[in-house]
T-cell receptor, first 115, second 111 residues
Framework: DVKVTQSSRYLVKRTGEKVFLECVQDMDHENMFWYRQDPGLGLRLIYFSYDVKMKEKGDIPEGYSVSREKKERFSLILESASTNQTSMYLC??????????????FGDGTRLSIL | SQQGEEDPQALSIQEGENATMNCSYKTSINNLQWYRQNSGRGLVHLILIRSNEREKHSGRLRVTLDTSKKSSSLLITASRAADTASYFCATDATGANNLFFGTGTRLTVIP
């Protein structure tokens, strides 16, 4: 089974801090994704990556950056944390086969609180 | 938005009853996927239906797809308390390189 591991289940940080959320997958998937999930808004894509050192902006990239130096690891960075970034953050990975998006495998999420 | 829209937003049923959730979307798709999320956890993939398929089964799950109406439904038969969760549809739009998730249906199965 694919395992997607997020470094923290719960995280509390202060406004203005630089925050790193780490995600590792063990199935050699090309694609990796970062979402945030807020009540009533569903999942919103922040960034995704389809290869090492490659990244694409999603729907809400402002205030975030990402890093993918190795295929198995995809990091989300909050450059200067703000209270409106308090949310549940979900990482996912998937294969890309024949021009279609295959099922995504999710980590258990990081519930981030910015005080 | 290319997001799928699930209907209803919330559904409460008795154990043993069937649960039906619907998803509508706006663009042409390669496939449509359904996911489940237990409270406080990540999403888990349930089933994928391709655009050229009309119905698919997996255990107690039945998914239908009507591309002319741009809609899909997820039926859970003989529901159990353990089916209590949020259910999301996700569309693989033609030409897109990521999935678009809906806002989900929260299902409560009462023992």
């Amino acid at each position: 089974d694919v395992k997607v591991t997020q470094s923290s289940r719960y995280l509390v940080k202060r406004t203005g801090e630089k925050v790193f959320l780490e995600c590792v997958q063990d199935m050699d998937h090309e694609n990796m994704f970062w979402y945030r999930q807020d009540p009533g808004l569903g999942l919103r894509l922040i960034y995704f990556s389809y290869d090492v050192k490659m990244k694409e902006k999603g729907d809400i990239p402002e205030g975030y950056s990402v890093s993918r130096e190795k295929k198995e690891r995809f990091s989300l960075i909050l450059e200067s944390a703000s209270t409106n970034q308090t949310s549940m953050y979900l990482c996912a990975s998937s294969l890309w086969i024949g021009g279609s998006n295959q099922p995504q495998h999710f980590g258990d999420g990081t519930r981030l609180s910015i005080l | 938005s290319q997001q799928g829209e699930e209907d209803p937003q919330a559904l409460s049923i008795q154990e043993g009853e069937n649960a039906t959730m619907n998803c509508s979307y706006k663009t042409s798709i390669n496939n449509l996927q359904w996911y489940r999320q237990n409270s406080g956890r990540g999403l888990v993939h349930l089933i994928l239906i391709r655009s050229n398929e009309r119905e698919k089964h997996s255990g107690r799950l039945r998914v239908t797809l009507d591309t002319s109406k741009k809609s899909s439904s997820l039926l859970i038969t003989a529901s159990r308390a353990a089916d209590t969760a949020s259910y999301f549809c996700a569309t693989d739009a033609t030409g897109a390189n990521n999935l678009f998730f809906g806002t989900g249906t929260r299902l409560t199965v009462i023992p």
